[in-house]
T-cell receptor
């Protein structure tokens, strides 16, 4: 069955630290990949997406993600986090159709 | 520009009651989706509309759940005989096409007592 897994449920780090959130999916076919973010009290917002082309994707607010097809992974990174990056992050995959399958989410807490 | 809007933002009801949740998509978006998000989990797909028709309702948990989109714009998710297990945040998203980026609304938080 197609599934999406996020490795960390909760990550706590200090400002200026680097962040990497893991995302893996199980499916051998064509996929579209997304990272969404939900800031406290706000709705889901798109951080970045990968449909095709350069596997290193740059998104908003300094985030980037790398699609590694051989590892079925789409990890999210940010070199230096800020307190305002405190949020819940969701990896989502479109398995060659229209609906999104989401991971369980990772809560990121950045300490000032 | 206006994003996806959902009303009400919160709904408290009693077990056994009927509820309707409304979604107003981004203007011009032909595709509309409903998802449900339970505490501590990611959103789960419920139903997908392309225009007025439900192209895929395979995520609806049972026949108490029904959704319509009569004019290809606003959609209503209807839940009959609500149960405590229906308590969740119901999210609506829209996109310009079936496999395009989905933009989410703020959700309706449903609490069934």
């Amino acid at each position: 069955a197609q599934s999406v897994s996020q490795h960390n449920h909760h990550v706590i780090l200090s400002e200026a630290a680097s962040l990497e959130l893991g995302c893996n999916y199980s499916y051998g076919g064509t996929v579209n990949l997304f990272w969404y973010v939900q800031y406290p009290g706000q709705h889901l917002q798109l951080l970045l997406k990968y449909f095709s082309g350069d596997p290193l994707v740059k998104g908003i607010k300094g985030f980037e993600a790398e699609f590694i097809k051989s590892k079925f992974s789409f990890n999210l990174r940010k070199p230096s986090v800020q307190w305002s990056d405190t949020a819940e992050y969701f990896c989502a995959v479109n398995f060659n159709d229209y609906k999104l399958s989401f991971g369980a989410g990772t809560t990121v807490t950045v300490r000032a | 520009g206006a994003g996806v809007s959902q009303t009400p933002s919160n709904k408290v009801t009693e077990k056994g009651k009927y509820v309707e949740l409304r979604c107003d998509p981004i203007s011009g978006h032909t595709a509309l989706y409903w998802y449900r998000q339970s505490l501590g989990q990611g959103p789960e797909f419920l139903i997908y509309f392309q225009g007025t028709g439900a192209a895929d309702d395979s995520g609806l948990p049972n026949d108490r759940f029904f959704a319509v989109r009569p004019e290809g714009s606003v959609s209503t998710l209807k839940i009959q005989r609500t149960e405590r297990g229906d308590s969740a945040v119901y999210l609506c998203a829209s996109s310009s096409g079936g496999e395009e980026t989905q933009y989410f609304g703020p959700g309706t938080r449903l609490l069934v007592l």
